[in-house]
T-cell receptor
Framework: ETGVTQTPRHLVMGMTNKKSLKCEQH?????MYWYKQSAKKPLELMFVYSLEERVENNSVPSRFSPECPNSSHLFLHLHTLQPEDSALYLCASSPRQAQDTQYFGPGTRLTVL | AQSVTQPDIHITVSEGASLELRCNYSYGATPYLFWYVQSPGQGLQLLLK??????LVQGIKGFEAEFKRSQSSFNLRKPSVHWSDAAEYFCAVALMDSSYKLIFGSGTRLLVRP
């Protein structure tokens, strides 16, 4: 399998649930990203990891907790989310910094009830 | 603050017609510029990018974009649109520093009439 994969593709959860989103890249890239895509809003960068170290945290609420165990895998742990957190969550990777092309996964469509 | 503006939320064109999607950026220097496309249910795919050099950039699927420094613009064009081009298009800029931030516009949804 090549490129950037994300699981699950769809997730429905209650506000008291705990779930995790998974991203995997098979491109040998050093940087990985989480974005939030809401209706009628630009893509919002949430977190960036470079060589497994978090280098950007864009004022994201603590109910979102990223984890990067190695350069190929990225997780987003979710707990006590709010309905306004419903969105498409996109993972991306790039060889190094933002000036490099970012390759996106298909996203996880999250609905919080 | 740096920003990217895509003034057209929706554009409808007939199949075979030409297309131009507008993008303007606000930044003190020349950034790195990108156009991405997102089909329904998919992630974003890079169409083309500009870093330096020739201001007319060729991309995939027959798209091109022209960087105009004087207008702070990076408009996307295609001479003849196909029905499969219906998607959402995003312009983005990356700053010329060591950051990891890619700043996206709010997108333009392209509808193609048969």
């Amino acid at each position: 399998e090549t490129g950037v994969t994300q699981t699950p593709r769809h997730l429905v959860m209650g506000m008291t649930n705990k779930k995790s989103l998974k991203c995997e890249q098979h491109l040998g890239h050093n940087a990985m990203y989480w974005y939030k895509q809401s209706a009628k809003k630009p893509l919002e960068l949430m977190f960036v990891y470079s060589l497994e170290e978090r280098v950007e945290n864009n004022s994201v609420p603590s109910r979102f907790s990223p984890e990067c165990p190695n350069s190929s895998h990225l997780f987003l742990h979710l707990h006590t989310l709010q309905p306004e957190d419903s969105a498409l969550y996109l993972c991306a990777s790039s060889p190094r910094q933002a000036q490099d092309t970012q390759y996106f996964g298909p996203g996880t469509r999250l609905t919080v009830l | 603050a740096q920003s990217v503006t895509q003034p057209d939320i929706h554009i409808t064109v007939s199949e075979g017609a030409s297309l131009e999607l507008r993008c303007n950026y606000s930044y003190g220097a020349t950034p790195y510029l990108f156009w991405y496309v997102q089909s329904p249910g998919q992630g974003l795919q890079l169409l083309l990018k500009y870093f330096s050099g020739d201001t007319l950039v060729q991309g995939i699927k027959g798209f091109e974009a022209e960087f105009k420094r004087s207008q702070s613009s990076f408009n996307l064009r295609k001479p003849s649109v196909h029905w499969s081009d219906a998607a959402e298009y995003f312009c983005a800029v990356a700053l010329m520093d060591s950051s990891y931030k890619l700043i996206f516009g709010s997108g333009t949804r392209l509808l193609v009439r048969p």
